[in-house]
């Protein structure tokens, strides 16, 4: 064999070394994962954030090329997994669908939904539908891949296969399973969403910032997945990049809130406030009224919190026990019972739940009813619960 053919054969036109393998492999596959966090998922799914024509077309182009995914389908089955979270319906929940199946077999249950037709046209509405996307992208996924593959042997020799093998594995481990799966799974929640999403890491810079999952299930149209002054979304850094040269418009971050001193009585403020943060109430509740509540019974029992309510036990108190095991929500909702003063805390909890999620249009029906229930625990005698009701009544949305 020719020397000439054996060294095409073995580094490509580039004849790159180990190292710069390395990085060419880096920086494709970040570039893949902004494509899906930027565009698919910010963008086309939530209508977070607009790229400007050429950034947009590009990251669907990069999607196609490296993924054989179709926007539309990607769309569908995400909002589907938001509007239909933790039920049967959940195209890849670990609580129906098996943590080991949604972790390994991710990209399987991606491909299932993906023969839900009729979903895909309920939840795709919006998604491109120009000349590209019907001739060439959606009729030919796995052109993408293939010219892919193609190209990188002729860049990088031998070695280009392996480099593309990687490639094709990188967003079924790390979004399909990885996110996905143990997104819902294990990590920290700064919010008591309604459902058990969870976020990973605080610094979201490996897989563009969908590490912080939990923050997203809280305010899923928001553009930015930072939520704390410590947490970090490489995702949003780069939207703001392109923001600041005109690539980008964001058009939705999630709201703040200002704690507004010495507000005796409810008023619209607090309720706009409450509705739009509704997970920070109900962790703020979890937080400053039931953990102090518990501990305090667990110093009058004259034992160690762990021995008063197992972790298990305690952990469903922030949600009434839904994801419990049916024979342990019945041992949690028992020892309620016997615990006039946890129980009292568990009601106020439930009224407040309940006016957060109604979805009623009188906003003044509501706003006494908020009212009501301020005047309600601060009458309970329970100083968590009165500090919290005081604490409530400031909430409003900060001014950007």
Same mark, same amino acid.
């Given at each position: 064999m020719p020397e000439s053919v054996s060294t095409f054969l073995s580094a490509g036109l580039l004849g790159l070394g180990w190292w710069g393998m390395l990085a060419v492999l880096l920086v494709l596959?970040?570039?893949t994962i902004f494509s899906v966090t930027l565009y698919l998922h910010r963008s086309q799914a939530h209508r977070g954030v607009d790229f400007h @024509?050429?950034?947009?077309?590009f990251f669907r182009f990069w999607t196609w090329l490296t993924t054989s995914m179709i926007t539309r389908e990607w769309v569908a089955i995400h909002r589907k997994h938001h509007?239909?979270?933790?039920?049967?319906?959940? @195209?890849?929940s670990p609580r129906f669908k098996g943590i080991g199946n949604v972790f390994w077999r991710g990209v399987e249950l991606y491909r299932e939904a993906r023969w839900q037709r009729a979903d895909i046209e309920q939840y795709g509405k919006g998604a491109p539908d120009d000349w590209l996307e019907r001739k060439v992208y959606t @009729?030919?996924?796995?052109?993408? @891949?293939?010219?892919?593959?193609?190209v990188h042997f002729a860049l990088f020799g031998?070695?280009?296969i392996a480099l593309w093998a990687v490639q094709m594995a990188w967003i079924p481990f790390w979004a399909a399973g990885v996110v996905n799966g143990l997104g819902h799974w294990w990590g920290y929640r700064n919010f008591e969403s309604a459902d058990t999403s969870t976020n990973l890491t605080p610094w979201g810079v490996w897989i563009g910032g969908e590490e912080l999952h939990n923050n997203h299930h809280a305010f899923p149209s928001s553009a930015r997945f930072s939520m704390r002054r410590w947490e970090v979304d490489i995702g949003w850094v780069l939207i703001r990049a392109l923001e600041n040269v005109g690539l980008a418009r964001v058009l939705r971050v999630a709201p703040t809130v200002d704690i507004r001193p010495n507000i005796a009585v409810?008023?619209?403020?607090?309720?706009?406030?409450?509705v739009a943060h509704r997970f920070l109430a109900m962790t703020d509740y979890q937080r400053n009224v039931l953990t102090p509540a518990m501990k305090e019974e667990a110093r009058l029992a004259g034992e160690k919190l762990r021995k008063l309510l197992p972790r298990g036990l305690r952990k469903g108190l922030a949600d009434d026990g839904r994801w419990l095991q049916p024979e342990s929500r019945e041992q949690l909702r028992q020892w309620i019972s016997q615990r006039p003063r946890i129980l009292a805390l568990i009601e106020h909890r439930a009224r407040l739940s309940t006016l957060l999620e109604a979805r009623t249009q009188d906003a003044s029906e509501r706003l006494q009813q908020l009212q009501a229930w301020c005047q309600s625990a601060e009458s309970s005698g329970i100083r968590a619960l009165q500090d919290y009701a005081a604490r409530l009544k400031g909430y409003a949305l900060a001014a950007h």
């Open positions: 596959t970040q570039l @024509p050429a950034i947009s077309h509007a239909k979270v933790e039920t049967e319906d959940d @195209p890849h @009729p030919h996924p796995l052109a993408g @891949p293939t010219l892919l593959l193609v031998c070695m280009g409810p008023d619209g403020d607090t309720l706009k406030a409450l």
